[in-house]
C-alpha cells in the first residue's frame, strides 16, 4: 500500500497523540475493528467515531495550519534542458517545497523560450528538450500527486531523458511507461505543450528568459532574485498565515517519549 504525504503525515501525528492511548494502541497494533486503514481514520467525523479516535482526530486538526489562508503559489516556467531551470528546479524548488508542501503550492509549466512555428515547436535546447518538456508535460498531467517527485529525479539525474522511465518506476509505479509514451506520440501531449505556450506567452510582463517565476501570479525582479538565493526565506515571508515552525525557527515544546 502507497500514502501519499499527507495520509503519511496524518498517520503520524494520530501515533504522537495516541501514545499513551490504549484505544489508539490497540488499533495501531490490529486491524481496526472499524475496517479502515490508519491514514483515514481523520477523513470525516463519522469515521473518526467509528474508529472511536474522534478525540484524537480533533486534537490533530487543531494542529493544522489555518485552512482559510491560502498557500503561496508558486509558479516556474522552465525548459527540462535549461542548466538553470535544473540547478532551481533541484537546489531551491524542490528541497523548498518539501519543507513548506503546507504553506505552497507548485507549479511546473516546461515550455520556456520554445516558439510554436506551423504545427512546429523549435525548442532553445534542440529537439531532445522539445521532447523532454512534452514528457514532463504528460507526466504532470497523468501523474498529479507525483509528478513533482518524478520531474525532480529527472532533472537531477546527469540525462533527462533517460532517467524518465526509472523515475517513473520509482515514484509512480502504478503508472506505466507505455502510457506516458502514448502521451508524448499522440494528440494529448501536442495540446499540452500548446496550452503551456500560451501561458508562457500570456505572461505579464513578458519573459525574457527562464527560469522565471511568479508568485501568486506576480512577477517582480526582486522576488526573482531572492528566489534564485533563498527560496525558502521568500516563501515563509510571502505566507500571510501563522508562520510553520520552520519559517520561525522557534523550539516547540512536544511530549514525546524515548527508547
Known sequence: MFWDDMELQMFLMILFLCLNSKVCESRVNHKPPCGYPPSQWCRSLEIAIECGVQKQCLELNATRLTATVPPVE?????????????????????PTWTLLKDIMRVNLVPYGNAQEMQNMVICQH??????????????????????????????????????????????????????????????????????????????????????WVTFNGVYTNEWEDQAMSSLFHLVCSLYKGTKPPACTGVLQKLDRSFC
Open 74 to 94: 508558486v509558479t516556474l516556467y522552465y525548459e527540462s534542458l535549461c542548466p538553470g531551470c535544473r540547478s532551481f528546479i533541484t537546489q531551491q524548488l524542490y
Open 126 to 211: 534542440g529537439e531532445p528538450e522539445c521532447h523532454g518538456n512534452m514528457i514532463e508535460a504528460c507526466i504532470l498531467h497523468t501523474s498529479s500527486n507525483e509528478a513533482f517527485h518524478i520531474i525532480n529525479c529527472m532533472e537531477s539525474a546527469s540525462n533527462v531523458l533517460t532517467a524518465a522511465q526509472p523515475c517513473l518506476q520509482l515514484f509512480a509505479p502504478t503508472i506505466t511507461w507505455e502510457t506516458i509514451s502514448a502521451c508524448v506520440r499522440g494528440p494529448l501531449g501536442r495540446s499540452l505543450i500548446h496550452e503551456n505556450g500560451a501561458k508562457t506567452r500570456a505572461l505579464n510582463p513578458k519573459h525574457t528568459h527562464v527560469p
